[in-house]
């Protein structure tokens, strides 16, 4: 069954111009046209939508996108380099993750400041029972 870009669009929960701008990046060689020119995508396309979603989500470059896939159309002789790509990215996204868990950290020490702070009717009850730093927190906070 073929679908026009709106409906390819609807279906890949992105938009029309998204999937424009996708094939004039070259993510999208597997899309046939009609002799007019239109694009018609078939459900293994909305399939590569969904992979190239997933990558884009995680952060990956339109540029390794585009190369990921070109390796897809080569065949199996870029297996490794697929692989490769794969781990490379994997640990972009540790990366992250460790950043954001970092960041969380930060949010909670900031609520528990602001909420015993609030308990007690004033900032100055950090200042009386000398936990008014962040390492003093996580480390009560691991002892819990």
Not at 54 to 60: E, I, S, V, W, Y
Request: glycine share 6%; hydrophobic share 35%; proline share 2%.
């Amino acid at each position: 069954m073929g679908y026009s870009i709106g409906e390819a669009a609807k279906k890949a929960g992105l938009s029309a111009y998204t999937l424009r701008y996708y094939d004039k990046e070259g993510l999208l060689p597997f899309v046939e046209r009609t002799p007019a020119g239109f694009r018609i995508f078939k459900d293994s396309d909305l399939e590569w939508l969904a992979v190239i979603s997933c990558l884009k989500n995680t952060g990956m470059s339109i540029k390794d996108i585009k190369k990921f896939i070109n390796w897809c159309m080569e065949g199996d002789s870029t297996l490794e380099k697929r692989l490769n790509m794969f781990k490379t990215q994997k640990k972009r996204v540790q990366d992250q993750m460790n950043e954001l868990k970092r960041f969380m950290d930060e949010i909670d020490y900031k609520i528990w400041y602001y909420e015993t702070a609030l308990a007690a009717g004033t900032e100055a009850i950090h200042e009386k029972d000398g936990k008014n730093d962040p390492l003093s927190f996580q480390k009560e906070k691991q002892e819990e």
